[in-house]
T-cell receptor
Framework: GEDVEQSLFLSVREGDSSVINCTYT??????LYWYKQEPGAGLQLLTYIFSNMDMKQDQRLTVLLNKKDKHLSLRIADTQTGDSAIYFC????????????FGSGTRLQVQP | GAGVSQTPSNKVTEKGKYVELRCDPISGHTALYWYRQSLGQGPEFLIYFQGTGAADDSGLPNDRFFAVRPEGSVSTLKIQRTERGDSAVYLC??????????????FGEGSRLTVL
């Protein structure tokens, strides 16, 4: 079945860039996503990338996709304390289950 | 409301009891999903509805879990004979489209279930 892996924790200083990494196993993944979860809140979609793209930029967020290595990353420029949250990588494919498969999340801690 | 609404936000029950969790999706969203999130884990898929029918229930862990969406809007997740291992946050999400969509899901804040 599909599997999505992420590192558990990342700590950065305010103003630095953060890079959160994710690997996945489903070679038929169609879309890949980054969701953000703040304490006591629901998951919020940050951005997504179609599998035939290798990069997508949206303001402070840059998503890089290496389809050959099945590696996805999220770069947050000029990280702020308000970016402290858990970030989930997720994927969906056109075959099999038509629902997102999530990683276990990376907790980002931004030090002032 | 504008977002996905889930009730109750918190539910404490005793082992062996029956529990119902409700989800009210965004109006007009045809797809509805239930996920379960245990502490320190990512959301785990349970079941997906397209309209009134369960399009994929392969994530339901056993026959104690059941979900319905009789009119294609509100959904209820039902758990019989609850066990301590059922303790988790149950997340509901809806989407304006179903199969083949971009996959953007709109999540509620979840129902935290604690089984004592």
């Amino acid at each position: 079945g599909e599997d999505v892996e992420q590192s558990l924790f990342l700590s950065v200083r305010e103003g630095d860039s953060s890079v959160i990494n994710c690997t996945y196993t489903d070679s038929s993944s169609t879309y890949l996503y980054w969701y953000k979860q703040e304490p006591g809140a629901g998951l919020q979609l940050l951005t997504y990338i179609f599998s035939n793209m290798d990069m997508k930029q949206d303001q402070r967020l840059t998503v890089l996709l290496n389809k050959k290595d099945k590696h996805l990353s999220l770069r947050i420029a000029d990280t702020q304390t308000g970016d402290s949250a858990i970030y989930f990588c997720a994927e969906i494919s056109d075959t099999g289950r038509r629902a997102l498969t999530f990683g276990s999340g990376t907790r980002l801690q931004v030090q002032p | 409301g504008a977002g996905v609404s889930q009730t109750p936000s918190n539910k404490v029950t005793e082992k062996g009891k029956y529990v119902e969790l409700r989800c009210d999706p965004i109006s007009g969203h045809t797809a509805l999903y239930w996920y379960r999130q245990s502490l320190g884990q990512g959301p785990e898929f349970l079941i997906y509805f397209q309209g009134t029918g369960a399009a994929d229930d392969s994530g339901l862990p056993n026959d104690r879990f059941f979900a319905v969406r009789p009119e294609g809007s509100v959904s209820t997740l039902k758990i019989q004979r609850t066990e301590r291992g059922d303790s988790a946050v149950y997340l509901c999400a809806s989407s304006p489209k179903g199969q083949g969509n971009t996959g953007e899901l709109f999540f509620g804040e979840g129902s935290r279930l604690t089984v004592l």
